[in-house]
């Protein structure tokens, strides 16, 4: 499978002379890359149009990898493939959403709540925003890949032994245990954190093992529900190094055939890794507009503001420590998300209205209009 890349091998004897030394001939191990086969990406279109899953591995907070994705997925749509887009940033159980997404039933603000994205995932919405946009344009299926946080958050706790029956409906029947490489590679990962302990390890085994195995049956499935399409899988480049992580998974359930596109910047060349490797040029998403606050989110009725970042627009405003905010703009302020949402397509420099509560020592609560310039 992993083959597209073309490496030759060769081994470069040295010779060296020194005062104290004969010369001995010392034999290295050299990877070479025939840059006379490097692809433009019309050709790479041609080369992997007729495989039925594609994955494009990601680092989740690099735009340019998105934009690839984009580009990608674009460039199939454009040759008339019929597509269906699998997304690991979306969990299972909000796959409704996804989909009435898609129909034009919800806008995306609706969407983002609907799917808890901010509480769930969490990284820039933006960087991913174009794929939404020109999914939901063309009418393309999303599928939401990811098990559901709360079970893999169970499993990295206690084991796949921990979990009810309930909980077990949820998760794939059929999961293969890794095998030596798939934990070699994780143990390494495991023993960049300190004061671990094994019985540790074998529970953060099993939930990686079920985050890859839950995807790859989604994905599985979406071949099965999309019969005439290519499956276009985004995720992790953790979960696609090597075919370990979901393709193999993928391929065990559907033996169907698949290609696996990562980012190269950085990476040392090795035809094993997966079958392309793209180099983008890096593109920095400008950076969104924020209110310069720690919030407390187990509040309810409004976030309350336990802290403020170094240069803070709030706090310049004059909004203190135990304010509760109401308001930012004209949307009202529930929770985390809700702010998150609020701000979306603000810019430093912005002015934005912010409503607060703050306590007196006597009497009912105050509510002030603040002017917040944003940082």
Do not use: C
């Not at 690099?62 to 019929?82: F, N, P, V, W």
């Not at 960087?127 to 079970?151: D, M």
């Not at 180099?279 to 310069?292: D, F």
């Amino acid at each position: 499978m992993l083959s597209s890349l073309r490496f030759i091998v060769i081994s470069l004897l040295l010779l060296y002379n020194t005062t104290t030394a004969a010369s001995a001939p010392i034999t290295t191990p050299i990877t070479a890359l025939d840059v006379t086969q490097l692809a433009t990406v019309n050709q790479l279109l041609e080369r992997i149009a007729e495989r039925r899953v594609i994955f494009i591995g990601e680092h989740h907070d690099r735009y340019e990898d998105h934009l690839t994705q984009l580009a990608i997925i674009a460039g199939l749509h454009q040759r008339g493939k019929s597509i269906v887009i699998g997304m690991e940033f979306f969990q299972q159980p909000f796959q409704a959403a996804l989909d009435a997404f898609i129909a034009g039933e919800i806008d995306e603000l609706e969407l983002l709540r609907r799917t808890e994205y901010f509480d769930r995932w969490r990284y820039d919405y933006r960087l991913y925003r174009p794929i939404l946009q020109f999914a939901r344009q063309y009418h393309i299926p999303l599928i939401a890949l990811n098990i559901a946080s709360e079970l893999t958050a169970k499993v990295g706790a206690g084991g796949l032994q921990s979990l009810n029956d309930m909980e077990r409906a949820q998760i794939p029947t059929a999961m293969e245990r890794p095998d030596a490489q798939y934990r070699q590679r994780l143990e390494t990962i495991f023993k960049q954190h300190p004061n671990t302990q094994q019985h540790e390890f074998e529970h953060f085994l099993e939930a990686q093992l079920l985050w890859d195995e839950g995807m790859a049956a989604r994905t599985a499935q979406a071949l099965s529900d999309f019969p005439d399409r290519t499956v276009i899988v985004l995720a992790g480049a953790g979960h696609l190094d090597y075919g370990q992580g979901i393709p193999k998974r993928v391929t065990r359930r559907q033996p169907v055939a698949t290609a696996i596109l990562l980012n190269g910047n950085g990476r040392r060349p090795d035809p094993t890794v997966a079958d392309f490797l793209l180099y983008p040029q890096p593109i920095e998403l400008k950076g969104a507009g924020v209110l310069g606050v720690q919030l407390d989110p187990s509040t309810s009725g409004g976030m309350l503001v336990k802290a403020f970042a170094e240069t803070s627009g709030a706090q310049a405003a004059g909004m203190a420590l135990g304010d509760r905010i109401l308001r930012v703009g004209a949307m009202p302020i529930a929770n985390y998300a809700d702010i998150r949402i609020a701000l979306l397509d603000q810019t430093p420099g912005q002015r934005v209205a912010v409503e607060i509560e703050r306590q007196r020592l006597l009497g009912t609560p105050e509510r002030l209009i603040l002017q917040v310039e944003l940082r």
